[in-house]
């Protein structure tokens, strides 16, 4: 199945002209940059939960890399994708929310996923919205588990200073040129605790 067909180029569209700010872009994400932001992913990874899916892009490349569609679960607030990612996908786990209220929803049982692969505009939202969704997002994971993030834009959508703030660290996966427009994959991991200082005791004044 090819997944960026003439149906979902229009669906995409017309999704466009309703909600520019949600969508972010005038057609379905490529195969190439598909590729990308799943290169890391594997059925060792685990379950895995997806930011925006809109009409299955990157899911289908989940899939193609041995993902099972139950162990996925997809999180997309327009209502023609979610009746789209229901026929296409009919065993993935699929849910009408806005992802910045991911806290309110249990997957998979209660188990942690591996992997959150977003295909949100964060470029168009704001930090309080952003910070609703990471927050949801790494609650949702395994303590070594990875955001992976594209974007249209020169650098990681999400500020320093946010990062900062939540604990969290944003390291460049790869750029596709052939994707229209061109765009970068970032990925976003947990920080690990400083150790602490030599000679530093802690807890002990």
């Given at each position: 199945?090819e997944?960026?067909n003439l149906?979902?180029?229009f669906?995409f569209?017309k999704?466009?002209?309703?909600?520019?700010?949600?969508?972010?872009?005038?057609?379905?994400?490529?195969?190439?940059?598909a590729?990308?932001i799943?290169?890391?992913?594997s059925?060792?990874t685990?379950?895995?939960?997806?930011?925006?899916p809109?009409t299955g892009?990157?899911t289908h490349a989940?899939?193609?890399?041995?993902?099972?569609?139950?162990?996925?679960?997809?999180?997309?607030?327009?209502a023609?994708?979610?009746?789209?990612?229901?026929?296409?996908f009919g065993?993935?786990?699929?849910?009408?929310?806005?992802a910045s209220?991911?806290?309110e929803?249990?997957?998979?049982d209660g188990a942690?996923?591996?992997?959150?692969v977003s295909?949100?505009?964060?470029l168009s939202?704001?930090?309080?919205?952003?910070?609703?969704i990471l927050d949801g997002?790494?609650a949702?994971?395994?303590?070594?588990?990875?955001?992976?993030?594209?974007?249209?834009?020169?650098?990681?959508p999400?500020?320093r200073?946010?990062?900062d703030r939540?604990?969290?660290k944003?390291?460049?996966?790869?750029r596709?040129?052939v994707?229209?427009?061109?765009?970068?994959v970032?990925r976003?991991?947990r920080r690990?605790?400083?150790?602490?200082?030599?000679?530093?005791?802690?807890g002990?004044?």
């Amino acid at each position: 199945m090819e997944p960026r067909n003439l149906s979902d180029i229009f669906l995409f569209f017309k999704a466009w002209l309703f909600n520019p700010l949600s969508i972010g872009a005038l057609m379905p994400s490529g195969r190439a940059l598909a590729n990308l932001i799943t290169s890391e992913i594997s059925t060792d990874t685990g379950l895995i939960i997806e930011l925006g899916p809109g009409t299955g892009v990157f899911t289908h490349a989940l899939i193609e890399r041995g993902i099972d569609q139950k162990n996925i679960a997809l999180i997309e607030n327009d209502a023609a994708f979610v009746t789209k990612l229901q026929h296409r996908f009919g065993h993935a786990h699929t849910f009408f929310i806005d992802a910045s209220r991911l806290h309110e929803v249990k997957f998979f049982d209660g188990a942690h996923a591996g992997a959150v692969v977003s295909g949100l505009p964060m470029l168009s939202m704001s930090p309080r919205k952003m910070i609703a969704i990471l927050d949801g997002a790494f609650a949702k994971m395994r303590p070594e588990g990875s955001f992976y993030q594209f974007t249209y834009g020169p650098r990681c959508p999400i500020p320093r200073a946010l990062l900062d703030r939540l604990g969290l660290k944003a390291m460049r996966v790869g750029r596709i040129l052939v994707n229209v427009p061109p765009a970068t994959v970032y990925r976003i991991v947990r920080r690990k605790p400083r150790p602490a200082a030599s000679g530093e005791r802690i807890g002990v004044r």
